[in-house]
């Protein structure tokens, strides 16, 4: 059973557009949200994280917005990138840092 | 400063045999961290060494081991394969105790089970 429910599967955007992916939680011990992206080929490499006490972290391009009432976080890519083009999972983990990932969404930036 | 290294990147083997996976972390951590990656079921955390010590445990069967040295590297082993064990294998270190910190992976071994 996935803990960690993420949408859309799949995403195409255009150059400059802006790219969402949700992802939403049931379990209320979880305290550590970080978002992952995947190159073919690669091992995940963090994007960037947040913790519930903030509702909004923003680095460079990459946001993420967090609303803790509705158990839902989710990643904003601002001015997409064919460089962006990768797979992005969310993920959640609470102390015991066992990191639960969502399913994964597939990002395609087209020129 | 080097990243994540296991070895070896590619692997087939048939059913029935067990297979040995390697872990070299980023120097320094003591953290490791192994997870399975599957179209399927995704990304499934598998178990977490600390210190020699296993300190966190997924939802695997025993067939799935692992263990860690006293330079941090990590092994895995998967005895009695089967078709389904067939996934991309990743490890991830992290620095300290706190295992919410941020997690390097490494770049996968890919194993068949034919």
């Known amino acids: 059973q996935q803990q960690v429910k993420q949408s859309p599967q799949s995403l195409i955007v255009q150059k400059g557009g802006i790219s969402i992916i949700n992802c939403a939680y049931e379990n209320t011990a979880f305290d550590y949200f970080p978002w992952y992206q995947q190159f073919p080929g690669k091992g995940p490499a963090l994007l960037i994280a947040?913790?519930?006490?903030?509702s909004e972290k923003k680095e460079g391009r990459f946001t993420i917005s967090f609303n803790k009432s509705a158990k839902q976080f989710s990643l904003h890519i601002m001015d997409s990138q064919p460089g962006d083009s990768a797979t992005y999972f969310c993920?959640?983990?609470?102390?015991?840092?066992?990191?639960?990932f969502g399913a994964g969404t597939q990002v395609v930036v087209t020129p | 400063k080097a990243g994540v290294t296991q070895t070896p990147r590619y692997l087939i083997k048939t059913r029935g045999q067990q297979v040995t996976l390697s872990c070299s972390p980023i120097?320094?951590?003591?953290?490791v961290s192994w997870y399975q990656q599957t179209p399927g079921q995704g990304l499934q955390f598998l178990f977490e060494y600390f210190s020699e010590t296993q300190r966190n445990k997924g939802n695997f069967p025993g067939r799935f081991s692992g263990r860690q040295f006293s330079n941090s590297r990590s092994e895995m082993n998967v005895s009695t394969l089967e078709l389904g064990d067939s996934a991309l294998y990743l490890c991830?270190?992290?620095?300290?105790?706190?295992?919410?910190?941020?997690?390097?992976f490494g770049p996968g071994t890919r194993l068949l089970v034919l």
């Open positions: 991830a270190s992290s620095l300290d105790r706190d295992i919410q910190e941020t997690q390097y």
């Open positions: 993920a959640a983990s609470d102390s015991w840092g066992k990191l639960q």
């Open positions: 947040i913790r519930p006490d903030v």
């Open positions: 120097s320094g951590h003591r953290s």
